[in-house]
């Protein structure tokens, strides 16, 4: 206790004229308006400084949460944008059905690919455990890869859109223009969009997507643009180059799509047929 004495008789004079300063300084900022605006200012933003530092501490510390929160977020949106005829799917989620979004979509990893053979074949980490079956269409969030034809417990085929022996059907993005997708074999960022009709408006950057007949991939995924197109067979068809958006040659990530209604549609069609028969 004395040694405080002691310190206020000592800085008496110090602490005198402080105490005389601050009181100064709060009749001067409550008379002026200019003065307590500026000093609400400055207060402001030391105080924004300090919240926006802890701030930025406390998100270091919740990236991990908070990029799976948003991984989430972006795979329900993107969802809901496929049914109202979006490109694009989830990610690193597994959808239930629902009444307005017909496709249930399996993410996983692509294990070995394929790309520098004349018939190749890309292989994928989950299987018929994760519900995955023979003729579903595999996909990246840049664009179709292909179909698979094999699959076991754990691990999936695909028939990859680098196969000579793969055709799908696929359309001109804004048009009823439609035709088949092939590969020569050759160039693995160049497929070729042929039986296009003479009449069709064919222009170079339009996009390729997939066809809304195909029970195997969701309308309006899109494939690619067009590089350039030539008339065929005596000039009756076009022969499109179909330069893809994919990188066929560096898959990571690929989602396999499970159509709800696809034996229901082919059951359409096969009675259709029969009752043409």
């Given at each position: 206790?004395?040694?405080?004495?002691?310190?206020?008789?000592?800085?008496?004079?110090?602490?005198?004229?402080?105490?005389?300063?601050?009181?100064?300084?709060?009749?001067t900022i409550q008379?002026?308006?200019?003065?307590?605006?500026?000093?609400?200012?400055?207060?402001?933003?030391?105080?924004?400084?300090?919240?926006?530092?802890?701030?930025?501490?406390?998100?270091?510390?919740?990236?991990?949460?908070?990029?799976?929160?948003?991984?989430?977020?972006?795979?329900?949106?993107?969802?809901?944008?496929?049914?109202?005829?979006?490109?694009?799917?989830?990610?690193?989620?597994?959808?239930?059905?629902?009444?307005?979004?017909?496709?249930?979509?399996?993410?996983?990893?692509?294990?070995?690919?394929?790309?520098?053979?004349?018939?190749?074949?890309?292989?994928?980490?989950?299987?018929?455990?994760?519900?995955?079956?023979?003729?579903?269409?595999?996909?990246?969030?840049?664009?179709?890869?292909?179909?698979?034809?094999?699959?076991?417990?754990?691990?999936?085929?695909?028939?990859?859109?680098?196969?000579?022996?793969?055709?799908?059907?696929?359309?001109?993005?804004?048009?009823?223009?439609?035709?088949?997708?092939?590969?020569?074999?050759?160039?693995?960022?160049?497929?070729?969009?042929?039986?296009?009709?003479?009449?069709?408006?064919?222009?170079?950057?339009?996009?390729?997507?997939?066809?809304?007949?195909?029970?195997?991939?969701?309308?309006?995924?899109?494939?690619?643009?067009?590089?350039?197109?030539?008339l065929v067979e005596?000039?009756?068809?076009?022969q499109i180059d179909?330069?893809?958006?994919?990188?066929?040659?560096?898959?990571?990530?690929?989602?396999?799509?499970?159509?709800?209604?696809?034996?229901?549609?082919?059951?359409?069609?096969?009675?259709?047929?029969?009752?043409?028969?």
């Amino acid at each position: 206790m004395q040694q405080i004495i002691n310190f206020l008789i000592k800085y008496r004079n110090l602490l005198l004229y402080l105490s005389l300063l601050l009181v100064a300084l709060v009749f001067t900022i409550q008379s002026h308006s200019y003065h307590r605006n500026s000093f609400v200012h400055s207060t402001g933003n030391i105080t924004g400084s300090f919240l926006n530092s802890r701030s930025n501490i406390y998100e270091y510390f919740d990236l991990k949460e908070e990029n799976e929160r948003l991984r989430l977020e972006n795979a329900s949106l993107r969802m809901k944008n496929l049914a109202s005829g979006d490109t694009l799917l989830g990610q690193e989620t597994t959808f239930v059905f629902t009444d307005s979004v017909p496709f249930k979509v399996f993410p996983s990893r692509v294990i070995k690919n394929d790309y520098s053979k004349r018939n190749n074949f890309i292989t994928l980490d989950i299987g018929s455990n994760q519900g995955v079956k023979v003729d579903m269409g595999v996909i990246t969030t840049d664009g179709i890869v292909g179909i698979i034809d094999i699959s076991n417990k754990r691990f999936s085929r695909v028939i990859s859109i680098l196969n000579s022996d793969m055709s799908l059907n696929a359309q001109i993005k804004g048009s009823n223009v439609i035709g088949s997708l092939t590969w020569d074999g050759n160039d693995p960022y160049v497929m070729s969009l042929i039986d296009v009709p003479r009449l069709a408006q064919v222009k170079q950057g339009d996009t390729i997507v997939t066809g809304r007949q195909s029970t195997t991939f969701p309308p309006d995924i899109l494939i690619g643009t067009i590089k350039n197109a030539q008339l065929v067979e005596n000039g009756s068809r076009y022969q499109i180059d179909v330069e893809l958006f994919n990188d066929m040659t560096n898959l990571g990530t690929a989602y396999v799509i499970k159509n709800r209604d696809k034996q229901a549609l082919q059951v359409i069609d096969t009675l259709t047929v029969q009752n043409h028969e």
